[in-house]
């Protein structure tokens, strides 16, 4: 059973950043891709960044050259850096792998002055 643990969310002004974790349990982890989601309030689940086992990472085009998706399999983590940020980055972040476990708990972030 793989557990996902998001943290690192928070409030920050727009322009800021934050730096997202994700920490997964169980083993294998290296095999799969991960990606990071996020769900604003009102709206559906959306993607945001994958990274494969190789390192290969493709992003939205709403957060590219914004947003950068990165992992350190020795510690089982993916991690999120998410800089200028915009209001419309306001939303509950998740990660997952592919194919999907269970969802985390996510992580808030909210842009706003």
């Known amino acids: 059973q793989v557990q996902l643990v998001e943290s690192g969310g928070g409030l920050v002004q727009p322009g800021g950043s934050l730096r997202l974790s994700c920490a997964a349990s169980g083993t294998f982890f290296s095999i799969y891709s991960m990606g990071w989601y996020r769900q604003a309030p009102g709206k559906q689940r959306e993607l945001v960044a994958t990274i494969n086992s190789g390192g290969s990472t493709n992003y939205a085009d709403s957060v590219k050259g914004r947003f950068t998706i990165s992992r350190d399999n020795a510690k089982r983590t993916v991690y999120l850096q998410m800089n200028s940020l915009k209001a419309e980055d306001t939303a509950v972040y998740y990660c997952?792998?592919?194919?999907?476990?269970?969802w985390g708990q996510g992580t808030q972030v909210t842009v706003s002055s």
């Open positions: 997952n792998r592919l194919p999907f476990a269970d």
